[in-house]
């Protein structure tokens, strides 16, 4: 949309923007309020925002839900946060890289709702830091590059089908939500992004035996996905797996289901 239709976002205070840290600050209100509308933050709900900036998101939030958590990597953006969300409720400010905060500790028993407009430079580690800590999260809405959103969303025969796709969709429902185009951002990125919601599944109807060598069989299968299966996996699945499950060893990673994943991996896990 024409960013000149819209008023600007009302954050705080203004800040270069440091683009070693992913920094294009939202600046286009009708996007921000499409953000809440889809967070819908709800009495009780324990919100978590990464990468706050200069508040975009942070303040209209605080302003529908009086209490936030905000994780922000950027000394100078801490000041003028705490200054600019003084008047509008308890903002709790942890100064850290959100990869190496521990979300099942932040959460402490009770569940958060993690929001996020992601640094892009990281975008997938955060995502993988976050499934680590699936059952400490009720959902996440998170904004990154559309291309991303894509990949995250994609099934099976799609171009953009993948390690992501697998991951988050075995572990998450992932909903595609909104594209955010680049003229809505100061400064614009040079990518279309979009809104995705992440909830997490109950690890119990997953039924993934061993998380860990789901991944690593996950990461083999589409780390050479021009080759057949038999080949990806050569040292992991054996014919004796391929046929317990009914998944064809000539295949490549790319035309199997979630599921297929799931029941290779099961059928091999030294732990299942
Ligand atoms: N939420 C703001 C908005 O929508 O305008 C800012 C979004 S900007 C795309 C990403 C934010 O993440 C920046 O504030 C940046 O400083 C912060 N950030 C970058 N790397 C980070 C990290 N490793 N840990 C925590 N925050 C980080």
Same mark, same amino acid.
């Given at each position: 949309? !024409? ?9 705080? *205070? ?23 509308? $889809? ?5 009780? %709900? ?7 900036? +200069? ?6 939030? #605080?302003?529908?839900?009086? +209490? ?5 990597? %950027? ?10 969300? $003084? ?14 905060? %521990? ?10 709702? #993690? ?5 892009? !430079? ?5 995502? /993988?830091?976050? #499934? ?5 999260? =009720?959902?996440?809405?998170?904004? @990154? ?19 992501? =796709?697998?991951? #988050? +969709? ?6 595609? @939500? ?6 809505? *951002? ?6 279309? =992004? ?26 083999? $299968? /589409? ?32 035309? @199997? ?7 290779? $991996? ?7």
């Amino acid at each position: 949309m !024409n960013p000149s239709h819209s008023p600007r976002a009302g954050a705080g *205070f203004t800040a270069p923007a440091k683009k070693q840290l992913g920094q294009h600050f939202l600046a286009d209100a009708h996007y921000v309020e499409k953000i809440v509308l $889809a967070v819908n933050p709800r009495p009780g %709900d324990r919100l978590v925002e990464i990468g706050p900036g +200069q508040g975009a998101i942070t303040f209209p939030l #605080l302003r529908r839900h009086p +209490q936030l958590t905000v994780i922000e990597f %950027d000394r100078d953006l801490i000041a003028p946060l705490t200054a600019a969300a $003084a008047p509008l409720g308890e903002l709790t400010i942890v100064h850290r890289d959100v990869l190496q905060v %521990d979300f099942t500790e932040l959460a402490g028993g009770s569940p958060i709702r #993690l929001v996020g407009n992601l640094p892009y !430079n990281i975008s997938s580690p955060i995502l /993988f830091h976050a #499934l680590e800590h699936a059952a400490a999260i =009720s959902d996440m809405t998170f904004m @990154l590059q559309k291309e991303v959103v894509d990949r995250m969303a994609a099934g099976p025969g799609s171009k953009v089908y993948g390690r992501l =796709s697998v991951m #988050l +969709q075995a572990w998450c429902q992932v909903t595609s @939500l909104f594209v955010v185009p680049p003229g809505a *951002f100061r400064p614009p990125p040079k990518v279309d =992004s979009a809104v995705v919601r992440l909830v997490p599944r109950d690890p119990a109807t997953v039924g993934i035996a061993d998380p860990q060598h789901f991944a690593h069989l996950v990461k083999a $299968a /589409f780390g050479q996905r021009r080759k057949t299966l038999r080949n990806a996996l050569n040292g992991i699945v054996d014919e004796a797996g391929f046929a317990a499950t009914g998944v064809r060893s000539d295949a490549r990673a790319e035309q @199997l289901e979630v599921a297929d994943f799931i029941a290779l $991996a099961n059928a091999t896990a030294t732990t299942a």
